[in-house]
């Protein structure tokens, strides 16, 4: 492997280099960067002579990193995200400033805490960029070299490495459709529960254990339940609880059960939003059922206050007025 000489490196050739690391595609990577095609694919050409690695390549499925591609990537993020930090005014104008902040939450929170949140960015800062995308397995790395800022859900057990803060909490209520004969009743009983159907709000729970998965030191629920309580209240009177289904989301669970014979349990803010659009009928847990807290965590960081801490209050600001 060739060495390289950092002095006469074209730094702008490093933003490509994280455009196209992120997007897997140079049409994606030019959007981003305000580059033609063209131009991106010129600068891949330099960085592969440069780096002496075809770092992105065609596959079966579009592009693709190289090894020594996917062992760059988080090094280089992080070496970015000091560089804008280092290069930004000590006091942070939200008014003035043109920064991309990343935030990492699932469906629920962008349908629930988000539109407040994006109100109160757009009105302090107009020039920032808002990049929002899903929680996966990479969330820790993610993280921890800069590529994401913020992510918001449940969390358990986190490294010491990362700073949190509870943002809201939220109850859960079972819905189905106002149609279904159990919907007539004034209460959903145990009984009628045990008797229904049920949609699960997952999203990777083949790899859950009992409803978390634990990777880079974070630990993350994936599954909406109550924690066990309902399966323990079935229990008390001889039944057990009936899967039919599995869904990604909470609103696709309430649209599949407002055209079926299930139920779901929910979150209790985006069954309340959804309830009349959907024609659903919503019910307290026939059993006592827990408070889930939902949380903004990021990169632990000493020195002044930086533009995520600005980001945090916004997302504060907007947990406030749900």
């Known amino acids: 492997m060739q060495d390289i000489h950092f002095q006469s490196l074209d730094l702008n050739l490093l933003r490509v280099f994280d455009a196209l690391s992120d997007e897997l595609s140079v049409t994606r990577a030019g959007a981003r960067l305000g580059l033609s095609q063209s131009a991106v694919s010129h600068a891949l050409g330099r960085l592969r002579v440069v780096l002496d690695d075809p770092l992105f390549v065609r596959g079966p499925e579009g592009m693709r990193a190289t090894p020594r591609a996917l062992e760059i990537a988080p090094r280089l993020r992080q070496g970015l995200a000091q560089l804008q930090d ?3 005014p000590t006091a942070f104008d939200p008014a003035a400033t043109g920064r991309r902040f990343t935030i990492a ?3 629920y929170v962008c349908t629930v805490l988000m539109p407040e949140a994006m109100s109160a960015i757009r009105a302090e800062a107009p020039g920032a960029e808002i990049r929002l995308h899903g929680i996966d397995r990479s969330l820790a790395d993610d993280l921890e070299s800069g590529r994401t800022d913020i992510a918001v859900g449940g969390f358990g057990r986190a490294s010491p490495r990362f700073d949190r803060e509870p943002l809201f909490s939220e109850t859960a209520v079972w819905a189905l459709s106002a149609s279904h004969p159990a919907a007539a009743a004034p209460t959903l009983s145990l009984a009628a529960l045990a008797d229904l159907p049920q949609v699960i709000m997952a999203t990777t729970p083949e790899r859950a254990v009992d409803g978390r998965i634990t990777e880079g030191g974070l630990e993350r629920w994936v599954i909406w339940d109550d924690r066990g309580a309902q399966e ?3 229990a008390g009177i001889g039944r057990r609880r009936s899967i039919a289904m599995t869904a990604q989301d909470g609103q696709s669970a ?5 055209r079926s014979d299930m139920a779901a349990l929910v979150p209790r803010r985006l069954a309340t939003g959804f309830a009349q659009q959907y024609g659903l009928k919503l019910f307290d847990p026939p059993y006592p059922s827990p408070t889930v807290t939902i949380e903004a965590l ?5 020195g002044q206050p930086t533009p995520v801490d600005w980001l945090r209050s916004r997302l504060r ?4 007025r749900l």
């Open 105 to 107: 939450a699932g469906a």
């Open 232 to 234: 323990e209240a079935l």
């Open 86 to 88: 280092a290069l930004s």
């Open 317 to 320: 600001l907007a947990a406030a």
């Open 298 to 302: 990021w990169r632990k960081d000493a």
């Open 254 to 258: 309430l649209a599949i059960v407002a």
